[in-house]
């Protein structure tokens, strides 16, 4: 194994995190942990050696994987799960962001004096206001 390479097990966690946060990005941010092991299993490629039973306890190798990888998710802030409900903090902190940059937007004179300008016309202000505040968001 070079050194840029990862493990076979860490190539596998990669790929089963990032299906596994955009699954809960789609869904709103928002899943109970069957449903996104369930759909991580139909998107990801998984070969013979990642769906192994491990030998000792019986786990299916890539979901124990995913398992001890969503530990440190968790701990970065990531991710929470409570009660069988996986909760995706990155859609809830994108959402937050978009709200205060519209608060901003909005506030500030160069905007205001912009949609003075286009409100003359009806149509250029309709089109300003879905090109600039809602694009994005």
Avoid at 89 to 103: D, E, H, N, V
């Amino acid at each position: 194994m070079g050194k840029n390479q990862l493990s076979k097990s860490k190539a596998l966690a990669v790929k089963v995190i990032f299906a596994s946060l955009n699954i809960l990005k789609e869904k709103g941010g928002e899943l109970s942990g069957r449903e996104v092991i369930d759909e991580v299993e139909k998107r990801v490629e998984l070969d013979h050696w990642a769906k192994e039973r491990y030998e000792k306890t019986g786990y299916i190798r890539w979901q124990s994987i995913l398992h001890f990888y969503l530990i440190d998710c968790i701990k970065a802030g990531f991710l929470v799960k409570k009660k069988g409900i996986w909760r995706s903090i990155m859609a809830r902190t994108t959402r937050i962001y978009c709200r205060k940059q519209l608060a901003k937007t909005l506030r500030s004179p160069s905007f205001q004096a912009e949609a003075t300008f286009f409100a003359i016309s009806s149509s250029t202000a309709s089109h300003f206001w879905k090109k600039t505040v809602t694009s994005g968001c």
